[in-house]
C-alpha cells in the first residue's frame, strides 16, 4: 500500500490545476472601450474581467429581478453593459465595506443577455468583486 501512495501523491502534485478559471481581461483601455461599443455581445458567455469605479455598485440598483433558478439579482448600470450581482454575494458584501466612492472594483463575471431586458442587451452576471489596484 506505501509503494502506491507515492507514485499517486508525485502525480497528484504535478498534474495541472483544474480549479482555476481564466478570465478574458478587460482592463487596457483599447479593449475595455471595445467591448463597451459592442455591448459585450462579442463576449457573450464568456468570462470577463474589467475594472468599473466603485460607485457604480455603491448606488441603489436599477432595478431589481428575479433570476431562473428564483433568487433576487441586483441590476446596475454601467455604461452599455449592466453590473449583476446577487445581493448575498459574500465578495459583493465585503466590497461594499472595503471601498469608497472614488475606489475603483475589479469585476470578473460571465457576460450573458441581461435580465428582463430588452433589445438584445448584455449584462455581466459578477462572480467576484475585489479593489482594484
Not at 61 to 68: E, L, S, Y
Not at 86 to 91: C, D, L, Q, T
Not at 101 to 119: A, F
Given at each position: ?15 495541472p490545476?483544474?480549479g ?69 454575494n ?38 467576484t ?5
Amino acid at each position: 500500500m506505501r509503494r502506491l501512495l507515492i507514485p499517486i501523491l508525485l502525480l497528484a502534485l504535478a498534474a495541472p490545476a483544474h480549479g482555476e478559471v481564466s478570465y478574458r481581461s478587460l482592463t487596457r483601455p483599447k479593449d475595455e472601450a471595445a467591448f463597451y461599443k459592442c455591448g459585450g455581445r462579442s463576449h457573450r458567455g464568456k468570462r470577463v474581467h474589467l475594472h468599473v469605479p466603485a460607485g457604480r455598485l455603491r448606488g441603489k440598483p436599477k432595478r431589481i429581478v428575479h433570476g431562473a433558478r428564483g433568487g433576487r439579482l441586483l441590476l446596475f448600470e454601467n455604461r452599455s453593459v449592466p453590473l449583476v450581482v446577487s445581493p448575498g454575494n459574500v465578495y459583493f458584501r465585503k466590497i461594499l465595506q472595503r471601498t469608497g466612492p472614488g475606489d475603483r472594483i475589479c469585476v470578473k463575471g460571465t457576460v450573458q443577455t441581461e435580465p428582463l431586458g430588452g433589445k438584445g442587451r448584455h449584462a455581466i452576471f459578477i462572480h467576484t468583486l475585489k479593489t482594484a489596484p
